[in-house]
């Protein structure tokens, strides 16, 4: 059996992750010989272990076509399962909780129409088939790993589409840049291009006070518009169509000068 790496687990506990080698029928060994095989990844006989448990998965790769139909709306596992390579379960998860809840509270307040919620499969699904092609692409790249060190060459890059995003009045369209163009997984490129996420930038006041960022200043169950210098007329487009829709719109300009100043001149770059 060829062996993944041991996953940390609490102080005095360890998981230990065995596959199959390729090909080959699944196996049912005992558990001396899981025993056996947790030893020789500590390399060293004499060193006391027990095991307390035992469990056997199915990696999938597996996503839905739809997440919500009429007023029924699946999420998390329901909708998408893969192999937990590179952590990307909780945040898929966590990711579809966050962007149903969102459009349930605002038409429930009544500030958007049922047809928000149709939505939530045009948004986050893209998204999801990204992540679990990612997940199993990496355990697949796996079991070469011993052999030589490498890094997965796809796009990686989370990309939102759907009604919500416009693009329309872009100059070119969105393309990765120097290093992250090369290697995505391994360099991130951060963007306020539409559809991509909010990077994270520190903003500071122009008398000083204590740091805060960008992503901070979004969320929270409002909108927020993130604009620069000669953005007046921006926030006041934001406040006409709060009052019109009835909805919170927060709108900030940063830079010199400006609502929020760039301490490291990271979001003029």
């Known amino acids: 059996m060829d062996g993944d790496y041991p996953n940390g687990k609490a102080m005095d506990g360890w998981t230990f992750i065995l596959f199959p080698k390729p090909g080959v029928e699944r196996p049912k060994p005992s558990k001396e010989e899981h025993l056996a095989q947790v030893k020789n990844f500590i390399g060293d006989d004499t060193i006391p272990a027990k095991i307390l448990d035992i469990s056997q998965w199915t990696i999938n790769e597996i996503v839905a076509e739809e997440y919500s139909r009429d007023n029924v709306f699946c999420l998390g596992d329901a909708v998408h399962r893969h192999p937990p390579f590179n952590g990307l379960g909780s945040n898929s998860r966590t990711k579809d909780a966050f962007n ?11 500030y958007a129409s049922s047809n928000l919620l ?3 499969s045009i948004e986050p699904q893209p998204v999801s088939q990204s992540i679990i092609t990612r997940a ?3 355990f697949r790249e796996h079991s070469r790993i011993w052999e030589v060190l490498m890094y997965p060459e796809e796009l990686s890059d989370r990309f939102y589409t759907g009604p919500g995003v416009y693009a329309a009045d872009e100059p070119v369209p969105f393309a990765l840049e120097g290093h992250a163009a090369e290697d995505p997984v391994l360099h991130y490129m951060p963007s306020t291009y539409p559809g991509k996420r909010l990077p994270h930038v520190w903003l500071n ?10 992503v901070d200043l979004a969320g929270k169950g409002r909108f927020t518009l993130l604009t620069g210098i000669r953005g ?14 009835n909805i919170e719109i927060r709108a900030y300009s940063i830079g010199v000068g400006q609502d929020w100043v760039d301490v490291y001149s990271d979001w003029e770059a």
Do not use: M, Q
């Open 100 to 110: 149903l809840a969102w459009k349930i509270a605002n038409v429930l307040k009544g």
């Open 118 to 120: 149709s939505t939530f």
């Open 136 to 138: 199993n692409t990496s």
């Open 205 to 214: 006041k122009r008398c000083p006070v204590d740091v805060i960022s960008t």
């Open 232 to 245: 007046e007329t921006w926030k006041l487009a934001a406040v006409i169509v709060g009052k019109e829709l």
